[in-house]
């Protein structure tokens, strides 16, 4: 049996990145420039291993390999092979990203051999006034878009949001987004490392480079309609599962805890993870317990038939297929 996993973080270095990473979560970072933690992946060449008990050391991949059913769930399973269908992240940006998006499945799978890259934040902290782009300010034509990207004008038709703990955002294929300087959040994502840069404040790498823009990709990949479908609305009830994100490729719930907490999973058929965003807490099951703090990750099997959250102060991200 598989017991409650905790995995060595995965560290990048990014032109954006800061130093919080350390020093609000206490992430092994000797840059002054890291700006994101994988915490669960099977990115090829960036597989997650495991850091607790008896499995220490073995690769999520192999785990998925020799046990994947009891890990994932028959269903996950079906749909998704052998592979973990979503990336689950910290990132701590000092600077401002990039102008991106990220194309569909349909045009990901033909173009990239990859999914496409649905993703949602929920904001850990912001310094005054941080902001994201999240979509147009107005409906934009193709035309509008492309030469505004040419002028340099892009960021006159882009949609600001001014951001604090807690907000949590849903990010559709194709809408055009960036977190902004001084936000630090958790992702949850897709399986996908496919970006489309389209705009970069002509900032140059530490060799003097621009960063490659991908403006042709993305012209066929934007959704160029202005919707407001990008801000999630929760419950906050204390000591209860509350319904943050339920989309085709995962499902995210918000817990905050004053007191210990059961769940009953045993008709769950998909792994559960759960991202400690504020306080900590200890997940115990029949096949052993894990204690987790803010800006870690656990991860459970499917085959857990009840856990046990025991905490008088922790804010959880439950996630699921």
Not at 247 to 272: A, H, Q
């Amino acid at each position: 049996m598989i017991h409650p996993l905790k995995f060595k973080p995965i560290l990048k270095e990014r032109l954006w990145g800061g130093t919080k990473l350390k020093e609000v979560f206490g992430k092994p970072i000797e840059s002054d420039i890291t700006g994101e933690s994988w915490e669960l992946s099977t990115v090829p060449g960036d597989i997650s291993v495991v850091a607790n008990g008896s499995l220490e050391g073995k690769s999520l991949q192999e785990l998925i390999d020799s046990n994947g059913e009891e890990l994932l769930g028959k269903s996950v399973v079906e749909r998704f092979g052998k592979e973990f269908p979503i990336l689950i992240k910290f990132i701590d940006a000092k600077q401002d990203l990039s102008i991106q998006l990220h194309p569909n499945d349909a045009l990901a799978k033909e173009r990239h051999n990859s999914f496409g890259k649905t993703e949602m934040w929920y904001i850990m902290d912001a310094d005054p006034k941080a902001e994201l782009i999240v979509g147009f300010n107005k409906d934009v034509t193709k035309e509008e878009y492309a030469e505004s990207v040419a002028n340099d004008t892009l960021l006159d038709l882009l949609n600001y949001e001014q951001v604090k703990e807690g907000d949590t955002f849903f990010i559709n294929t194709g809408k055009i987004h960036a977190i902004g300087a001084g936000v630090m959040l958790a992702e949850i994502q897709q399986t996908s490392d496919v970006t489309y840069r389209v705009f970069d404040f002509n900032r140059k790498d530490k060799d003097g480079n621009l960063r490659e823009l991908h403006t042709d990709l993305a012209l066929d990949a934007v959704d160029y309609e202005k919707k407001d479908d990008f801000k999630v609305s929760y419950s906050h009830e204390k000591n209860e599962v509350n319904t943050m994100v339920d989309c085709p490729y995962f499902k995210t719930n918000f817990i905050e805890l004053t007191e210990n907490l059961e769940l009953d999973t045993v008709n769950r058929d998909s792994f559960t993870i759960f991202m400690c965003v504020g306080g900590e807490a200890k997940i115990s099951t029949a096949e052993g317990e894990v204690a987790i703090k803010s800006g870690e990750t656990a991860l459970l099997p499917a085959s857990t038939q009840k856990i046990s959250l025991q905490s008088t102060g922790a804010k959880l991200l439950e996630v699921t297929i």
